[in-house]
């Protein structure tokens, strides 16, 4: 869930702050790429419209993913 920016300013200020997690950003990156080398074999292999649909699905996917819905 996304932090209020009030916080993230008030933790500035506060010295013995735990530091954040991290944000998965390895495995959006990892699935990305599985993804994409996923799509690039099926349209190598002419199947342009699966593989072309399938590259349009998850990039929206990954974009609904990255702003947290």
Do not use: N, Y
């Not at 419209?49 to 993913?65: E, N």
């Amino acid at each position: 869930m996304a932090e209020d920016d009030f916080r993230r300013w008030e933790r500035e200020f506060d010295s013995g702050a735990p530091e954040e997690e991290p944000s998965g950003g390895r495995g959006m990156v990892l699935a990305a790429g599985v993804t994409a080398t996923g799509c690039a074999a099926m349209i190598a292999m002419g199947e342009v419209s699966l593989g072309t649909a399938g590259l349009v699905l998850s990039s929206i996917i990954l974009l609904l993913w990255r702003i947290g819905m």
